[in-house]
């Protein structure tokens, strides 16, 4: 079984910043992809950047150039540092971790929500 804490949400003005982490423990697989997911009111839940072993990332269109999705191995920590933040990037986001190549099993965090309002 496989826990994931995320933390660092809150709410921010338009144009600033914000920086989430989502640390993993129990029985993390080696070969992995850790991600983020954003869910906002009345919308499906979205991609906004995984990272997988080794240095394969991938971002949504969206947050291009805005956010950067990083990880310390030794920690099994995901961060997603989201810069000049948007009021349409106020959403709860949720972190995943899931094996290279397949989506089972796939664990979710609690989700932590991002507001971006002046």
């Known amino acids: 079984q496989v826990q994931l804490v995320e933390s660092g949400g809150g709410l921010v003005q338009p144009g600033g910043s914000l920086r989430l982490s989502c640390a993993a423990s129990g029985s993390i697989f080696s070969l992995n992809v850790m991600g983020w997911y954003r869910q906002a009111p009345g919308k499906q839940r979205e991609l906004v950047a995984t990272?997988?072993?080794?240095?394969?990332?991938n971002y949504a269109d969206s947050v291009k150039g805005r956010f950067t999705i990083s990880r310390d191995n030794a920690k099994n920590t995901v961060y997603l540092q989201m810069s000049r933040l948007k009021p349409e990037d106020t959403a709860v986001y949720y972190c995943?971790?899931?094996?290279?190549?397949?989506?089972?099993?796939?664990?979710w965090g609690q989700g932590t929500q991002v507001t971006v309002s002046s």
């Open positions: 995943n971790l899931r094996p290279l190549g397949t989506w089972v099993p796939s664990y």
């Open positions: 990272h997988a072993s080794g240095v394969s990332l």
